[in-house]
Structures are given as structure tokens and as C-alpha cells.
Nanobody, 123 residues
Framework: QVQLVESGGGLVQAGGSLRLSCAAS??????MAWFRQAPGKEREFIAA????????YYADSVKGRFTISREDAKNTVYLQMNSLKPEDTAVYYC??????????????????WGQGTQVTVSS
């Protein structure tokens, strides 16, 4: 059993930054990923990081602005979001899957999810 708890969401002005955290418990040697879902839209892949060697993957829409990282000593994954835009407004979810080296871009391929944290970017 795995539990994922996100934190760090909030309201920020366009151009600002936020850092999301995802604290994991249980079997944590997994691919960790961030997705987001805006109202009326499907859940979309944002970024992922493998357990070892920590290879990262990004959606084109956030490449160069967002950075995913993990701190295994704290079983925590981060999403640093810079240069935020109003279109980044969504609920952001942390997710994990196995095997630890296999990144997928579809939400249906992930085994556990957090409850989500709201990010709102004002113009």
C-alpha cells in the first residue's frame, strides 16, 4: 500500500513561482509523476522522474519552466513551477507506478494517486 500526500498549492500571480511537494509512504521505489486537471478537461501528464537513476520527463507545455526532483531520504517528490501562466491553473496530482524505470504518459497507467492540490494563477 502506498499513500501520497500533496502540498504547496495556492494562489499566485502570473510570472510567479510555487513548489509542490508529494510525501510518499510505503513502497516508494517507483516512477513518480505529476499530472494536472483543469475544469472540464482531461487529466494531463506534466512531469515524471524514475527511481533510479532519476531520469526526468516533461510535457512540452511546461518544459523549461517546471522542474521535477526527488529527495529519497524524505520520500518526497517536488515540482518547482516557475514563470507560471493562467493556463497552468488546475488541480495538481502526484502519482506513482511500477516498474521504477518505466514512465508512462497516460493517467490510467499509474497505480496510486494523491488527493490533489489546487494551483490558481491570476493574470
Amino acid at each position: 500500500q502506498v499513500q501520497l500526500v500533496e502540498s504547496g498549492g495556492g494562489l499566485v500571480q502570473a510570472g510567479g513561482s510555487l513548489r509542490l511537494s508529494c510525501a510518499a509512504s510505503g513502497r516508494t521505489s517507483a516512477v513518480m509523476a505529476w499530472f494536472r486537471q483543469a475544469p472540464g478537461k482531461e487529466r494531463e501528464f506534466i512531469a515524471a522522474i524514475t527511481w533510479s537513476p532519476g531520469t526526468t520527463y516533461y510535457a512540452d507545455s511546461v518544459k523549461g519552466r517546471f522542474t521535477i526532483s526527488r529527495e529519497d531520504a524524505k520520500n518526497t517528490v517536488y515540482l518547482q513551477m516557475n514563470s507560471l501562466k493562467p493556463e497552468d491553473t488546475a488541480v495538481y496530482y502526484c502519482a506513482c507506478r511500477w516498474p521504477f524505470y518505466s514512465v508512462k504518459y497516460s493517467s490510467g497507467e499509474y497505480h496510486y494517486w494523491g488527493q490533489g492540490t489546487q494551483v490558481t494563477v491570476s493574470s
